[in-house]
């Protein structure tokens, strides 16, 4: 729920659960809510943008359907990178497990 806080306007000060949010988005405040300047659409902007997304990234790989990808590790490959995170062993993660009927 991050991203789409960022969309209204969050700059991740931090404060959410202290009732002070700088922007009025996380404060029951009225002149703090005041300050809110987000706008619905924006949100439904960006959600069709991360929906149109997925389905480019699901067209390259294959698939039409988000229940297509569950259990495909066969799809996915380690990225070789430097540094700590290069030494990290994902053999377990991408193992294939035995499928089962999901009806």
Same mark, same amino acid.
């Given at each position: ?7 209204? /306007?969050?700059? $991740? $000060? ?9 922007? /009025?988005?996380?404060? !029951? ?18 959600? @069709? ?7 480019? @990234? ?7 359907? #988000?229940?297509? $990808?569950? /259990? ?9 990178? !430097? /540094? ?9 993660? #991408?193992?294939?497990?035995?499928? @089962?009927?999901?009806?």
């Amino acid at each position: 729920a991050t991203a789409p806080l960022i969309v209204l /306007g969050c700059t $991740m $000060m931090r404060v959410c659960h202290l009732n002070t949010c700088p922007f /009025g988005i996380a404060t !029951q405040d009225t002149e703090l809510r005041d300050r809110f300047k987000g706008k619905v659409d924006d949100v439904i902007n960006f959600m @069709y943008f991360i929906a149109e997304e997925l389905r480019e @990234y699901m067209a390259r790989l294959g698939f039409e359907r #988000l229940d297509d $990808m569950i /259990g495909r590790v066969d799809k996915l490959r380690q990225k070789s990178v !430097q /540094g700590k995170a290069g030494k990290l062993n994902l053999d377990k993660i #991408l193992k294939s497990l035995p499928t @089962y009927n999901r009806t």
